[in-house]
């Protein structure tokens, strides 16, 4: 089961204080997929994640911690006010794409490859198939620069072998994970990664799970 509390937290940027969801506890039944997103019941809890501030939209993991390099400026910039005000987003959407854009502007490009995954997500719930791509598309754009200097992780390495399927792209795939496949030493990686190829081979973009490996 899960257990939910309330707390109150005050926004870094303009002060205001909000009570959001925490997560005491959750519990996982079953394997994640292979984009890392986990099973049932922490699946459902995803959402609380991030919280976005009613008043000034800035989000984050908890609004009170400050994303560094984030300001007023930045935050009331076209970029963000174009996002902060498209009316076709929910608020649980919007308040990823806003931190992952946060995290993008300055620089963390791990983090901002994480929410864009997770809006992607969000979407697939919805079956909005166009924005489920656009924001893989984003997340693969993010992980590429983030290895950029940081090509010894392996895991997001193998993460963005899954992305770059799930949009279709076989070819890139498939040059990414076997140029992976040589230099792992993890198995579970590597039997990761000979599935990938297969289902890149089958021209297969659905999601599958972990469990399928063993
Ligand atoms: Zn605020």
Redesign the pocket.
Same mark, same amino acid.
Request: glycine share 10%; with cysteine.
């Given at each position: 089961m899960t257990t939910l509390f309330s707390l109150d937290y005050s +926004?870094t &940027? +303009?002060?205001?204080t909000t009570k959001f969801y925490s997560i005491g506890s959750t519990t996982i039944f079953g394997y994640m997929d292979l984009d890392t997103r986990p099973a049932e019941l922490k699946r459902s809890t995803l959402v609380y994640d991030v919280q976005m @501030?009613p008043? @000034?939209h800035?989000a984050n993991y908890e &609004?009170s911690d400050l994303i560094v390099g984030v300001d007023h400026r930045l935050l009331t910039s076209d970029r963000l006010k174009s996002i902060i005000s498209d009316d076709t987003i929910n608020d649980d959407i919007k308040k990823f794409i806003i931190a992952a854009t946060l995290y993008e502007l300055t620089e963390n490009y791990h983090d901002a490859a994480y929410l864009y995954l997770n809006t992607a997500w969000l979407y697939d719930d919805i079956t909005d198939l166009e924005n489920s791509i656009k924001y893989r598309k984003l997340s693969i754009e993010m992980i590429k620069k983030y290895l950029t200097t940081n090509n010894d992780d392996h895991h997001m390495c193998c993460l963005l072998v899954d992305l770059l399927r799930r949009t279709n792209d076989y070819s890139q795939a498939i040059t990414a994970a076997n140029d992976l496949v040589n230099v792992v030493k993890d198995e579970l990686l590597k039997n990761i990664l000979n599935y990938q190829i297969e289902l890149c081979i089958d021209k297969d973009n659905q999601c599958h799970s972990l469990g399928e490996i063993f």
């Open positions: +926004c &940027i +303009c002060g205001h @501030c008043k @000034c800035y &609004i």
